[in-house]
């Protein structure tokens, strides 16, 4: 039984917050909220005069910062903004939460990153809605990589994204997520960081990548740690063509 299903969405181009980003973001997030018929009970905003600590969740507090164009007092623009779901008299709100996700820019990596997880059997939810999902987020900007991970217990995403090793990784299997955690920018843009069941891949970054991947190259997979059946790619919107979805067959529901 898959306890958390997650998402990676990452641009390392420096693709910045905007207030329109931030807007279509949140409105498809509580589009989502809505259909579910849930509410978060902490958010967090990321930036200059903020405290980006789990605070409770008002809808009159985030209609504030609507108001202000999502601008502090200093008239910078806020870094990042995120929402979580947490059983009700949650006493540790940054880790009991069964749904978790953020929009976030790093500057001193100019990585823009936004990161969904969430536990399918507290708020049900279908593969084929969670790949829906991740394709309406990756239309907000321009992605160079991301990924869908499923796990047996509810660890979000950013532990995976960060690599943080949970102790479930042998120093063997470890090194490389560290390896490439540590590697400059331009590396990261050439070599993925790992291998999951769905993965998208800018076209015009990881060309080389994705031949090897569709060919099942060896020494590609040995370097990376997949063990899987390997791959097949799996046709995008039209907005979407400039990303491969390298997808296993029996999780091509992902990306339909």
Known sequence: MKNSIGFNLTSLSDEKLTP????????ITFDFFQR????????????????????????????????KNYLD????????LGYAINPKESDAPAFD??????????????????????????????????????LEYARLFV???GFIYEHESFEHVNAVVIGYNDNNYSKEE?????????????????????LFPVNLLRRDLYKEAIEKILRGDRE????????????????????????????????TYYCD
């Open 20 to 27: 329109e980003l931030i807007e279509k973001f949140n409105q």
């Open 36 to 67: 579910h018929g849930v509410i978060p009970t902490y958010w967090w905003v990321e930036g200059k005069g903020f405290g980006d600590k789990l605070t409770k969740f008002t809808s009159k507090k985030l209609q504030n910062l609507r108001e």
């Open 73 to 80: 007092r200093g008239r910078k623009l806020i870094e990042g």
């Open 97 to 134: 939460s069964f749904l978790k996700l953020g929009l976030i820019y790093t500057k001193e990596l100019q990585r823009l990153e936004l990161t969904f997880t969430i536990d399918p059997n507290i708020i049900p939810v279908t593969p084929k809605e969670i790949g829906e999902l991740f």
């Open 143 to 145: 992605v160079d990589f």
């Open 174 to 194: 470890w090194e490389p997520y560290l390896r490439w955690y540590q590697s400059p920018t331009e590396e990261k843009l050439r070599h993925p960081r790992n």
């Open 220 to 251: 590609f997979f040995d370097s990376y740690h997949y063990r899987g059946k390997g791959f097949v790619e799996h046709p995008l919107p039209k907005e979407l063509s400039y990303l491969a979805c390298l997808v296993e067959r029996e999780h």
